[in-house]
């Protein structure tokens, strides 16, 4: 049988392989058939964990075909080796690895801290290196961070003013502000307009050409989603003197009743209250005078009541309500309103003659006498006592009450000189 020069060099190669085969198999095994292993490789992709801080994060590695190989798990930032195949090497004792019959290799971080955030690898020890990355991330909850959030601010009336609050935590948290008593946030858009908003988002939050109706507590509220959200309270105080508003300026009453005198003052800081009567005399509070205060943020309600209206109590009074940046008062006057009947001669009639008001008399019967008398007032006009005139009383006619108008208007005219 003839070879070729190609059949002659296969020859030689096969038997050099057969050499080797003997060489390095006992003498027998040398009739037995050769099995090739198979080198190891990874069953599935490693999942990525998002996990809350505290909580545990297990990392698998699934490996088939492991057979003499090891498994290590490494930090892949800085190629840490924390565990070769059933041993922990790195010295974090929140560190530990399982496995599953040399299959499924787990590594365990218990109580996950932020410093944990990032990618692990998992390798086999083959002549070249396989490797498999996953990657953990670690959620934070909110954390106000004080040294940059403001404080409680007062501002004067008219300036300018912001509130800053920042927060950390992972993902980076939102920052929404509103009201702690749940009315709107006033912001001002231009120099006549100001707009309402139940909550506003942003770290800053700025006020222009500030208003007393801005003033109050704000909630500075961080949230990421990771349970739970936190806030901080910060107020904002709005400084201004005060200011008296009186409704009823002029008030007459019939002697021997309970006169009631009002007035409302705003301001900031808080003021200092109380009444005088007749430039001099300040009032007390006693059985003849009942003084209450009602205070609500920067607004104050004053109230007096004269018990048993005599002559002694006719004049003026004021309200004053002072504090470190100014002083108000208010004025009010006081004076006598005479009630009668008049009955005019041969006259079945009945007239109730008030100041500030109109005579009425019983609905179905004559009226000869209907005038309305003012006297002793040493202004006129102002809010007046009411009368408790019969339901479906005729009103006087119009030329008592242009005589009534008219006489009013002559006795604020005397009174301003």
Known sequence: MLFNVHDEEMIEEAWEAL????????????????????????????????????????????????GKYKVGWLKASDQTILTLHTKVVTHNSRISVTHDSHRTWNLH?????????GCYMCQINTSVMK???????????????YDDTSADLSVQEGENATLSCKATGHPPPRITWKREDGDAILMRRGPRDIVKVDTYNGSMLHFWRLDRRQMGAFLCIASNDVPPAVSKRIILNVNFAPVIKVPNQLLGAPLG????????VEAFPNTINYWIKNRGEMLLDGPKYTIKENRASYKVYMSLIIRGFGRSDIGTYNCVSTNSLGRAEGTLRLYEVKIYTGVPPGSTDYHLAIAG?????PKGQSSRAKSAVLEDSPG?????????AAPGAAAVPDAALLHALLLV?????HSGR
């Open 380 to 388: 006129g006009g102002g809010a007046a006592a009411s009368t408790g």
């Open 109 to 117: 971080i218990r109580q996950v801290k932020e410093a944990d955030r």
């Open 409 to 413: 208007l002559f006795l604020l005219v």
């Open 131 to 145: 490797k498999q990355i996953g990657c953990v991330d670690v959620h934070v909850p909110p954390d106000i961070v």
């Open 19 to 66: 050499e080797i085969e003997l060489r390095v198999a006992p003498p027998e095994q040398w009739g037995a058939t050769t099995r090739v292993s198979e080198d190891p490789e990874f069953g599935l992709p490693i999942r990525n964990l998002t996990v809350p801080v505290g909580r545990e994060a297990v990392l698998s590695c699934q490996v088939d075909h492991l």
């Open 257 to 264: 009743t309970d006169v009631h005198l009002e007035c409302y």
């Open 357 to 361: 008001g109109l005579a009425e008399v």
